[in-house]
């Protein structure tokens, strides 16, 4: 696959997420990626019913894409033990690596994933 047509595999993961389109997952990803995209977008939707992520920019060479995302969410359900606030968290940054195999995302890992902001956002800190 080129570098284009990497990039759009995590351009579109992010478009089906944030559509909520757990199907559409199978279409993009496999093994580990899909196990764990499935067990988290639900639960953080019900958490954060209104969860965006915006890419904020996507670098790809052979089978590794790293995306830069900025997300945005209001806390209505219970989240990591914590009663909603309905508060909101807005632009906290997330960077992940993927690596892409036999033309689907087969595994992300988490660089960045700024909980404390978002914690900062929702008045969860002690």
């Known amino acids: ?73 209001t806390h209505q359900g219970q989240w990591r033990g914590r009663a909603p606030t309905g508060r909101s968290f807005r632009d906290v940054d997330e960077i992940y690596i993927f690596r892409v195999e036999d033309g689907r995302l087969a595994s992300a890992t988490a660089v960045v994933e700024d909980n404390l902001t978002r914690m900062r956002h929702l008045g969860l800190l002690d």
């Open 1 to 73: 696959m080129s570098a284009d047509e990497t990039k759009a595999l995590v351009r579109d993961l992010v478009a089906l997420v944030n559509a909520r389109d757990f199907d559409g997952l199978d279409q993009i990803a496999s093994g580990q990626i899909l196990d764990e995209a499935k067990r988290w977008v639900g639960p953080f939707a019900v958490s954060f019913p209104d969860f965006r992520m915006e890419v904020v920019d996507v670098i790809a060479e052979d089978d590794k894409v790293v995306g830069h995302f900025r997300c945005s969410g």
